[in-house]
C-alpha cells in the first residue's frame, strides 16, 4: 500500500472511503456489486483509496473480481494464528486470499462478541505480524454522548489506548473510524462539526502517540453516513473520508460517495 504524500515536509493523509458490507450479500451479489462500483467509479478514483469489506464467504470470489484499484478487506479476525477454534479465521487465512486490512475493533463486535481491550490487542498484533493494515473502530454509546463531548472523547481516548501498545508499528498500516455507536444504522448521524471535532481529536492522539507516521494515519467517520452527508461531513478538519455501512451496498450510492471529496 502507497505511504501518505509528503507537500512541503507535511504529511498529507489519504482519502480513504471503505465499505462494511456487514452479514448482507450472497458470494454472487458481492462480485456483481463490486463489478458495478468498479464501472461507476472507472476514471473517478484518483486520490482516494476504496475499500471493501466482505462477509469471510465473499472474499476469494470478490478478490478475483475486483481490479487494481480498490482494497479488499476482511471485517474480523481470529485472536488466535491457528489450531482447535470452530469457527475462526487467521490472519494468515486472511492473507492467502489477497486480504490486506482487516477490521479490529467494531462496536457491532464489541457489543455482541464481548470484544475488550485484551482480544483486540491480539488481533492487532497478529494483523501487523501478517503483514495486513488494521482498521481500528472506535466510538462512543448515546449515553456518554449526552453528558458532552469531553465526556465522549474521554471514551474514544480510553478505546485508543489499545494502540499504545504498538507504537512505531503502524507506520502505513493503520487506519482509525471513528463511529459514534448511536449513529451506526440509525439513519441518525454526528453533525458535521462534531464528526470534524472527534475526528481531529484522534488525529491529534495518533500524532502523539502512533509513533514514526501517526501523522500522516487517516481517520475516517462512519455513523449512517451516506451519499447525501458525505461531502459536507468529508469538508471537516480531520476527516479523511468514511466507514461506510448500508449505503456501500447500493453501488450508485457508493460510488458519489467517492466522488464526494
Known amino acids: 500500500m502507497e505511504r501518505d504524500n509528503f507537500i512541503g515536509g507535511i504529511a498529507m493523509r489519504r482519502k480513504v472511503v471503505a465499505g462494511n458490507w456487514k452479514m448482507n450479500t450472497t458470494p454472487a451479489e458481492g462480485v456483481e456489486l463490486v463489478r458495478e462500483i468498479q464501472g461507476l467509479l472507472r476514471g473517478a478514483t484518483l486520490g482516494v483509496e476504496v475499500m471493501v469489506f466482505p462477509p469471510f464467504t465473499h472474499m476469494e470470489a470478490v478478490r478475483h473480481a475486483l481490479g487494481e484499484g480498490i482494497v479488499l478487506g476482511a471485517q474480523d479476525c481470529s485472536a488466535y494464528s491457528s489450531g482447535a477454534y470452530t469457527g475462526e479465521v487467521s490472519v494468515e487465512m486472511l492473507a492467502a486470499v489477497g486480504c490486506r486490512s482487516v477490521m479490529v475493533g467494531h462496536s457491532e463486535r464489541r457489543k455482541y462478541h464481548g470484544e475488550g481491550d485484551e482480544m483486540l490487542s491480539k488481533k492487532i498484533g497478529l494483523a501487523l505480524d501478517a503483514g495486513l493494515e488494521v482498521m481500528f473502530c ?74 514514526e507516521g501517526g501523522d500522516a494515519l487517516p481517520v475516517l467517520y462512519g455513523g449512517s453516513c451516506n451519499a447525501k452527508n458525505a461531502r459536507e461531513l468529508f469538508l471537516q478538519p480531520g476527516v479523511s473520508g468514511g466507514l461506510i455501512g448500508g449505503a456501500s451496498l447500493k453501488a450508485t450510492d457508493f460510488a458519489e460517495i467517492v466522488r464526494s471529496f
Not at 474514544?156 to 499504545?164: A, D, F, N, R
Request: charged fraction near 25%; hydrophobic fraction near 40%.
Open 138 to 211: 472506535v466510538g462512543e454509546p448515546e449515553s456518554v454522548r449526552a453528558q458532552g463531548e469531553d465526556s465522549a472523547w474521554r471514551y474514544v481516548e480510553q478505546q485508543l489506548g489499545v494502540l499504545i501498545g504498538f507504537k512505531g508499528r503502524f507506520a502505513g498500516k493503520l487506519k482509525v473510524a471513528y463511529e459514534p455507536v448511536w449513529a451506526i444504522g440509525t439513519g441518525r448521524t454526528a453533525s458535521a462539526h462534531d464528526a470534524g471535532w472527534m475526528c481531529s481529536r484522534v488525529e491529534g492522539w495518533l500524532e502523539q502517540n502512533a509513533g
